[in-house]
């Protein structure tokens, strides 16, 4: 592979690098006849990122002539080489990617004013391809915004939070911060921000629903729609089916995978109830037991070639999963990264127990609280 | 008992946020006082925050355009709420550039301080942002640990120098030292001192002047002007009153207790702030 | 000691007086060395020379010329003494060292010699703060031994194009490594990480490079950790020169302009980290 970025699309390469470095801890490279493909995968595997840079987003875009050229290598490496990205705007003339399969070594070349020439040569390993199954296309509801209106609503909540629900109706959108009932946040803060549809540039909402899921990868998408100027879509169904946050134009596309929490976690969540059944039924640490990929997002990691993987029913997600993470990867999992995030397994076994129909309940009651004056409120000592 | 209040004025708002965020940078939890008139931030000198105090007043009538009150009772018609000041600042940071902000005392699964902010929007339809900041209701048998302290009898009370420089004078020196002698005289005279087996540092400032205070503070009439009252104090105390003013106040002085305590008083137009720094030997 | 210096009146007990109108002129240049506590600070007719060492291997010196300051009186050839540059640097900011223009804290710094503190007096609108450092005996600075005559290589770059390279250098690479050659690569600079290598490569003919003289191509490595520190120096500085001995010791000089647009010198000498075949 040998391609050429110069100008504004450095800075677009190296924000998409940014975004990815705030998924997960490695960088999945993929050059295609499609284009160059950059992927990223959280830890507990609850959220996937995916850029697709098409050969028009480069000078000049060379695809290995074999389609079997898949690397990964650590995210941090590849930021150091787009760290300062005033240096970039303000040096960078020419970025040259290359892949050199026989050294395992991918070297990244920026051509800077005064004739100052930056080589770094990165090494990866080889691996099997990631892509996560998912279709946008069919999701009942769609949201599309300007990246202002999603940055000027993530304003509203603290860096420290993790959660946020969505909530649907025929004409509003409401974000709500999600708190875990434990005894720690049984007292923090809530906020809640309604927005009208008339803000959102895209708005078809085929179902009112309630959606949580982690906000830490919308922040990242965010840093890269800004810069981008690109409006973000949101796809989305039940809670417990994975929302999908996507941008893209003539000559780039991404798309963020993210889970959500299943409708019983949620509901749980929003009646302030202490009693966690579900989860104390389970072991909380036990990464293999988290049955996350089939409904949530699903890893390919097979020989396979493309990501043309079929979506399976959840109802195979037992048999599907083993077939989904190849045996390395497990190893790795287990192994060498950190354990993963116990409230992110307790959240996908939420999201394997029955759904209950609950959810108009709820959008209700918080229009409700929207609603509250000071009249209903009664005495509280 | 009730509360509801209203601010459509951005100028206000941004003044209650400045008010809001000056506590926020002082305690990580304090006592909220309603009352008619009056919105008190209170902090008794527990010894949980080291002994330290505070008492910030302000006219409601100067903040808000709508202020509906009902208190425990009509024999004591005020509330007391413990808050944690962050929430109401982080809440007020997000009403930035509201059309108006409701405050009101809601009842949720807990008590809460609702405060909802409209905010301009791509559209007609306003954005609404709701945050409840949960509080504890203070009930009526403890509120005698939040009355406005007393003006202690001081020994020497000073107009501080402008806060800017006292705070870069006090930052340089909590580098130095853990803790920092305040002394000052009838005649205009203060001193910041540090000393340690390394160095030792003084700075002095002059022609500070005296509040007049009247007839009533005896023991600082009969005193000799040029007589050093001091008090060593913990210097993070000093420095976090330092950090947290966000507005040059029209007067600011400080009352010292010789050996005992430090009372700072900064005073604007309608809120005042009370600080007091225990001495320590 | 002979007695060379007229005794000035009020100032009879100090063998050293120094005073600035502008304290910054003097805190800038030394934050360009604070990377260890301990400084030795050598007084001579000439002006101040403050040193800092590190493990035997790196050396920093600042040099305030005597014209720099409004008073520089020396009662004797040499003074010599050693202070804590970081209690020092937080004195000589109290006032919290302002930019604004105007506004600036004057400095009057005076020494009784052997076991006496060193005092400072600083004034800012009306506002007089004394400090009394303690000092201690001076230590014995280092002689890099590095003599312009056994120069190989010598590069002039303005600073902005190295603080670039410098803020974006690989730390998890235990050392730098630097090339320089009358022929490609001219001069580089080189890291090895745990992910990867990066080359980092000047050409001789950069409007950036001010004056390229190398004789020989010579390819030396030096400690990342004794190497960072000399940042502080690159960030106030407007350019650098950068020179290497026959024995591969390296010589890094700032030229830093002060507020009032004079000019001062920031040095340091690193030793090599290993030999490397010359390439």
């Not at chain 1, 965010?222 to 981008?228: C, D, G, K, Q, Y």
């Not at chain 1, 890893?299 to 399976?312: F, H, I, K, V």
């Not at chain 2, 540092?201 to 050093?228: C, I, Y």
Request: with cysteine; charged share 25%; glycine share 4%.
């Amino acid at each position: 592979m040998d391609c050429v970025a110069t100008g504004g699309n450095v800075k677009v390469l190296a924000k998409a690098i940014h975004s990815l470095s705030r998924i997960g801890e490695e960088l999945y490279l993929e050059p295609t006849e499609d284009g160059l493909t950059l992927r990223a995968v959280n830890s507990s595997r609850s959220a996937f990122a995916c850029f697709l840079m098409t050969p028009l987003f480069f000078q000049r875009y060379q695809a290995p002539p074999d389609q079997a050229l898949r690397c990964k290598m650590p995210i941090k490496s590849v930021q150091t080489v787009f760290r300062s990205l005033s240096s970039l705007e303000r040096s960078v003339e020419k970025c040259r990617i290359e892949m050199n399969t026989e050294q395992s070594r991918l070297r990244i070349t920026l051509h800077c004013k005064h004739g100052l020439l930056k080589t770094h040569n990165l090494s990866f390993q080889d691996c099997e391809s990631l892509q996560a199954v998912f279709d946008k296309d069919s999701c009942t509801n769609m949201l599309r915004a300007q990246p202002r209106l999603w940055v000027d609503t993530v304003l509203h909540f603290p860096p420290s939070l993790e959660e946020v629900s969505v909530s649907v109706s025929s004409d509003r959108v409401w974000l709500r911060n999600h708190v875990e009932d434990d005894a720690d946040s049984s007292k923090a803060m809530m906020t809640e921000l309604c927005l009208s549809s008339e803000e959102f540039d895209h708005f078809a909402i085929g179902s009112q629903t309630s959606i949580t899921f982690c906000l830490k990868e919308l922040r990242g998408l965010l840093v890269f729609a800004e810069t981008a100027g690109l409006p973000i879509s949101m796809y989305f169904d039940e809670p417990g089916s994975p929302v999908v946050l996507s941008v893209s134009d003539s000559v780039l596309e991404a798309n963020f995978v993210l889970a959500t929490l299943s409708e019983d976690a949620h509901q749980r969540n929003h009646n302030n109830n202490k009693a966690d059944g579900p989860r104390a039924g389970l072991p909380p640490d036990d990464f293999m037991c988290d049955d996350i990929d089939s409904y949530l997002i699903a890893m390919e990691t097979s020989d396979l070639a493309g990501p043309s993987y079929e979506p399976q029913p959840q109802s195979s997600s037992t048999n599907h999963k083993s077939r989904l993470l190849s045996e390395e990867e497990d190893e790795e999992e287990e192994s060498v990264e950190r354990p993963p995030n116990k409230k992110f397994c307790s959240l996908f076994f939420g999201s394997v127990l029955p759904a209950s129909s609950q959810l108009t309940n709820q959008t209700v009651q918080s229009q409700e609280v929207l609603a509250s004056d000071s009249e209903d409120e009664r005495q509280s000592d | 008992m009730k509360f509801r209040a209203k601010i459509n004025d951005v100028g206000c708002l941004n003044h209650f946020t400045r008010v809001v965020n000056t506590i926020t940078k002082l305690t990580k939890t304090c006592v909220v006082r309603l009352t008619v008139d009056n919105i008190f931030f209170v902090l008794s000198g527990k010894v949980a925050n080291g002994g330290v105090s505070m008492w910030c007043e302000l006219l409601q009538v100067n903040f808000f355009d709508e202020y509906q009150l009902e208190g425990v009772s009509e024999d004591a018609n005020e509330i007391c709420l413990e808050v944690n000041p962050e929430n109401l600042s982080r809440a007020l940071k997000t009403a930035q550039n509201a059309k108006s902000v409701k405050i009101k005392l809601t009842k949720k699964h807990y008590p809460c301080l609702t405060l909802a902010a409209e905010l301009p929007s791509l559209s007609s339809i306003s954005r609404v942002v709701t945050h409840d900041i949960p509080v504890d209701v203070i009930p009526r048998r403890l509120w005698h640990d939040f009355k406005e302290p007393s003006m202690p009898d001081f020994d020497v009370s000073i107009y501080l120098p402008p806060l800017k420089t006292m705070k870069s004078v006090v930052d340089r020196m909590k580098n130095l030292s853990n803790y920092l002698v305040v002394e000052a005289n009838l005649s205009g005279e203060m001193n910041l001192k540090i000393e340690t087996d390394l160095v030792s540092v003084t700075t002095h400032f002059k022609d500070l002047g005296n509040p007049p205070w009247g007839a009533s503070q005896s023991q600082s009439q009969s005193r000799d002007v040029e007589a050093m009252a001091h008090a060593r104090v913990d210097i993070r105390k000093l420095q976090q009153f330092l950090m947290g003013q966000q507005v040059n106040p029209t007067k600011s002085m400080c009352n010292i207790v010789d050996k005992r305590i430090i009372h700072l008083i900064l005073l604007q137009e309608d809120v005042s702030l009370q600080y007091f720094i225990p001495a320590v030997a | 000691m002979p007695l060379s210096t007229q005794p000035q009146s009020g100032n009879d007990e100090y063998v050293l007086v120094a005073s600035l109108d502008n304290v910054r002129n003097l805190s800038n240049i030394l934050k360009a060395i604070s990377f260890k506590d301990h400084a030795i600070f050598n007084a001579t007719q000439n002006g101040l020379k403050v040193t800092v060492e590190e493990s035997k291997c790196l050396q920093a010196n600042a040099f305030i010329q005597a014209e720099i300051f409004q008073e520089f009186t020396l009662k004797e050839d040499v003074v010599g003494f050693q202070v804590n540059l970081t209690v020092l640097l937080d004195c000589l900011t109290i006032f919290g060292g302002s930019t604004v223009p105007g506004v600036s804290t004057a400095l009057r710094m005076c020494y009784n010699g052997y076991g006496y503190p060193l005092t400072l007096f600083l004034e800012e609108g009306g506002v007089v703060t004394v400090c009394k450092i303690n000092t201690q005996e001076p230590e014995e600075p280092l002689d890099f031994d590095f003599c312009s005559t056994n120069v190989t290589n010598k590069v002039i770059l303005q600073s902005d194009s190295l603080k670039e390279a410098f803020s974006e250098l690989d730390m998890t690479s235990e050392i730098l490594q630097l090339t320089m050659s009358p022929s490609h690569p001219y001069f580089r600079l080189s890291t090895f990480g745990n992910s990867g290598n990066a080359h980092y490569d000047y050409p001789k003919d950069s409007d950036m490079m001010e004056l390229f003289q190398c004789t020989k191509t010579q390819t030396n490595r030096y400690k990342m950790s004794l190497l960072k520190p000399s940042t502080k120096a690159l960030a106030l500085s407007c350019k650098v020169s950068v020179r290497t001995d026959t024995r591969g010791f390296l010589s890094l000089q700032y030229l830093v302009r002060n507020d009032d647009g004079q000019i001062c010198f920031v040095e340091y000498y690193c030793s090599p980290d290993e030999e490397v075949d010359e390439e």
